[in-house]
Every structure is written in C-alpha cells, then in structure tokens.
C-alpha cells in the first residue's frame, strides 16, 4: 500500500480551500430567494463531497482532513462573524436571526436601491419619509 504524506503547505491549502467552499455555501443559504428543495442539498453535497473535491483531495488522506476542517471552520465561521456584526451593529439585535426584524433607519440615512438607476432612497429630515434622489 503507497500512502503519500501531504506537506503542511498542502494541508493549509486544502484547509484554505475547503473554508471557502463552506463560507460560500452559507452565503449562498442565507441570502436565498425560494424555499429549499431537493436539488439544492444535492447541489451542496456535490460541491461538498463531488468528485472533483476526491480527485484534489483522496478520501481517508491528510489532504481530505484538511479540507473537510477547512469546510467547517468556513462554514461555522461564517455564522460567527454574522453573529459579531449583528451584536455590534445599533440597527440589528438577536431578532434578525429569527424572521429578519430590524430597527427602522434614522434621519439622514441612505438606503441604496437594486434598480440600477443610481438613484437612493433618502430619509426626509422635515418628514421622516423616504424621498428618492
């Protein structure tokens, strides 16, 4: 039986790498549109644990370990740092985790829009309302 020992540069690599699968894959969870279906865990287990992830990384090596280390501390590092932001932040608390409240915006306050206009929403001084600019 071969068995090849992996240079810590190698681990750290596959450990890099496997971090940035997993930070993505919670990014790509949490800012989703519909509800989660079948083809999405496939989707992840493929990304997660396809083929192309076994051909870099060979099961039952250091190489894989690394990786399968580096996925979880992305993925779960990913959450922590949401969670440090919503803890320092004065606009969101432990709500936001739940069904996304959040307090309203003060005076003077920008809220940039998706349409590609360059155009925001700006909140009135005088009104409190929101005027587009």
């Known amino acids: 039986m071969d068995t090849q020992t992996a240079s810590t540069v190698q681990l750290i690599g596959?450990?890099?790498?496997?971090?940035?699968?997993?930070w993505y894959v919670y990014y790509i969870?949490?800012?989703?549109?519909?509800d989660v279906q079948l083809s999405d865990l496939v989707t992840v287990i493929g990304t997660i644990g396809?083929?192309?992830?076994l051909t870099l990384f060979p099961a039952k090596s250091d190489l894989f370990g690394a990786y399968g280390i580096g996925?979880?501390?992305?993925?779960?590092?990913?959450?922590?740092?949401?969670?440090?932001?919503?803890?320092?932040?004065?606009?969101?608390d432990g709500?936001?985790?739940?069904?996304g409240r959040r307090k309203m915006p003060g005076k003077n306050t920008v809220i940039?829009?998706?349409?590609?206009?360059?155009?925001?929403?700006?909140?009135?001084?005088?009104?409190?309302?929101?005027?587009i600019h």
Not at 71 to 92: K, P
């Open 29 to 34: 969870n949490r800012y989703r549109k519909s």
């Open 95 to 99: 709500d936001w985790f739940l069904d």
């Open 14 to 22: 596959a450990g890099c790498f496997g971090a940035i699968i997993g």
């Open 50 to 53: 396809g083929g192309a992830v």
């Open 112 to 131: 940039p829009t998706n349409d590609n206009t360059g155009h925001a929403m700006v909140i009135n001084d005088d009104t409190g309302k929101l005027d």
């Open 71 to 92: 996925l979880a501390v992305g993925f779960f590092g990913y959450f922590i740092v949401l969670v440090i932001l919503v803890a320092e932040s004065q606009n969101f």
